[in-house]
């Protein structure tokens, strides 16, 4: 193919593929059962895991490396605040600083609530410190999430 119309074929291209995106974009704001799906599913499954994760006794917790308690929760939390992002810009209009204590405030509750959670789970305790590092990964998470 001479090099001229290769030029003229890929913006073609780059077109049918904007005119494919605003299509299915369309689509999903009239489909809010898959706007739900795309947009809550991820968070009510993380907030599930870390539910779950938090239900294993304490002697079956393995340790993987040093300082994994610390680490582990501000990653959980991050990935919850990641998700809880997607989903509230997805929905709401709201300024950044809103969306920013709104998010921290929510999964703030859910940490306290699965620290309690843990302690009805035999050789678990509640711990203060927990809902701490729980807060720095929202906090980092929220921070760098435009």
Not at 35 to 58: E, Q, R
Request: with cysteine; charged share 15%.
């Amino acid at each position: 193919m001479p090099p001229i119309i290769k030029k003229a074929v890929l913006p073609a291209r780059q077109f049918a593929l904007n005119q494919k995106r605003a299509v299915m974009v369309a689509a999903m704001e009239n489909n809010k059962l898959l706007k739900f799906i795309i947009y809550w599913l991820p968070v009510i499954l993380c907030a599930g895991l870390i539910s779950y994760l938090s239900s294993i006794p304490g002697d079956d917790v393995p340790e993987l490396f040093e300082n994994q308690d610390i680490i582990l929760h501000i990653i959980e939390y991050a990935v919850l605040a990641f998700f809880v992002n997607r989903a509230v810009i997805a929905y709401f209009n709201l300024s950044y600083t809103q969306r920013f204590l709104w998010i921290f405030i929510f999964c703030l509750f859910y940490a306290i609530l699965d620290e309690w959670h843990q302690s009805f789970v035999l050789g678990r305790e509640p711990a203060l410190i927990d809902v701490v590092n729980d807060s720095i990964g929202v906090f980092l998470t929220n921070l760098f999430y435009k």
